[in-house]
Each structure stands twice: as structure tokens, then as C-alpha cells.
T-cell receptor, first 115, second 111 residues
């Protein structure tokens, strides 16, 4: 079964609203999680590294005020797309690092559509 | 800078034919390399990974990949394609604990 749960799988929202996406590690603790964005027929682009108990590390070109990341516990990281616009429509995927076992597990993704 | 390039955004094979998906890497140090598969409406699954042990790496579902330093390649192969192999395949390299993905190759399998 899935070891990383990502919710919701699909969300449609109006322009200007905020959307929160959750990523949970189900049977291991993940001090590090990653958030990716995937455009149709494109590769996954790493947005940020989420670190439990500290600020996220954002990749170059990713607006930290636009994409708020909170990693408040060892099993949960959230990505909030603030004041969403149609250009934010995309497929967002999280992954969680099971560091002791050196394994990386991916969530099933969230399809965000901003109208 | 560490990166990977996948040659061919779309590959189509007949059922039972050889599958070959190409990936070349650029890295100044021996890299950790990965192949992931994404089935429709699902998340990514790890197929296999190279971590500088054996150069021929066997993964799940009959896939394998060979690390060739002289060619800076890590191509993915499967001797006989099944219809269920149709998916998007991503090559990736570990960059300081973060995965950097290639552009992806969509594999279609014809009956």
C-alpha cells in the first residue's frame, strides 16, 4: 500500500483563493520532504525542500510567498498555494525521505485547476 | 552541474519487442542514478537505482539498466514489452540529496 499519502488528489478553485495540499508519511518519520511541480508532458521540477521544524529551502525562481510550505511534524508537510491564478494550474507531487532506509517515496499527486 | 537528458519524449514498441529508453547524465563525480515510472493517474514508483555497486542494475517488472561511464549513459531496457508497461518513465540523478529529473519518455505498447 501507499506509504505516502497526498491529499487532495484533485482540486478546482477560483482565482484569488488559497489551496492547501497535504503530504503525509504513513509508516515512517520523514524529517525531509520534497515538493515538485509537473506540467503536462514535462519533467518534474523541484520546487522546494521541506525540513521538519525549520524553514523550507526553495529552488531558484520559486516564489516562497506564493508557495508556503509548513513541515510542522515528522509525518506531515503542507504546501499552500496562496492567491492562486490560472498559471498555477499544474500537477503537484510530494515525496518523503525515509532516511534510515535511504528510500524516497512519492505521493500520488494533486491536480490543481485554477479557474 | 548534475543533470540527466532523456532522448526521445515518446517511444512506441510492439508487444513482445525490446524496450530501450535512453538516458545520459552529466556529473563531475560518480552519480547516483534512478529510473522512475509513472502510470496514468498515479504517483511515481522507483524502478531501479544505481549507487556505484554493480553496473548492471535489475529493477522491478523485468526492467534493468546499465551504467556506462564511458558513454555517460544509464539506458533502461526490458527484453519483452507488455501492454501493462505503457507509462511515463523518468530518469533522475541525485544532486545533494535532491532528485533532478529528466524530461520524461512516454512509452506506448502496441498490440
Amino acid at each position: 500500500g501507499a506509504v505516502v499519502s497526498q491529499h487532495p488528489s484533485r482540486v478546482i478553485c477560483k482565482s484569488g483563493t488559497s489551496v492547501k495540499i497535504e503530504c503525509r508519511s504513513l509508516d515512517f518519520q520523514a524529517t525531509t520532504m520534497f515538493w515538485y511541480r509537473q506540467f503536462p508532458k514535462k519533467s518534474l521540477m523541484l520546487m522546494a525542500t521541506s525540513n521538519e521544524g525549520s524553514k523550507a529551502t526553495y529552488e531558484q525562481g520559486v516564489e516562497k510567498d506564493k508557495f508556503l510550505i509548513n513541515h510542522a511534524s515528522l509525518t506531515l508537510s503542507t504546501l499552500t498555494v496562496t492567491s492562486a491564478h490560472p498559471e498555477d494550474s499544474s500537477f503537484y507531487i510530494c515525496s518523503a525521505l525515509d532516511a534510515p532506509n535511504e528510500k524516497l517515496f512519492f505521493g500520488s499527486g494533486t491536480q490543481l485547476s485554477v479557474l | 552541474a548534475q543533470s540527466v537528458t532523456q532522448l526521445g519524449s515518446h517511444v512506441s514498441v510492439s508487444e513482445g519487442a525490446l524496450v530501450l529508453l535512453r538516458c545520459n547524465y552529466s556529473s563531475s563525480v560518480p552519480p547516483y542514478l534512478f529510473w522512475y515510472v509513472q502510470y496514468p493517474n498515479q504517483g511515481l514508483q522507483l524502478l531501479l537505482k544505481y549507487t556505484s555497486a554493480a553496473t548492471l542494475v535489475k529493477g522491478i517488472n523485468g526492467f534493468e539498466a546499465e551504467f556506462k561511464k564511458s558513454e555517460t549513459s544509464f539506458h533502461l531496457t526490458k527484453p519483452s514489452a507488455h501492454m501493462s508497461d505503457a507509462a511515463e518513465f523518468f530518469c533522475a540523478v541525485d544532486k545533494g540529496g535532491k532528485l533532478i529529473f529528466g524530461q520524461g519518455t512516454e512509452l506506448s505498447v502496441k498490440p
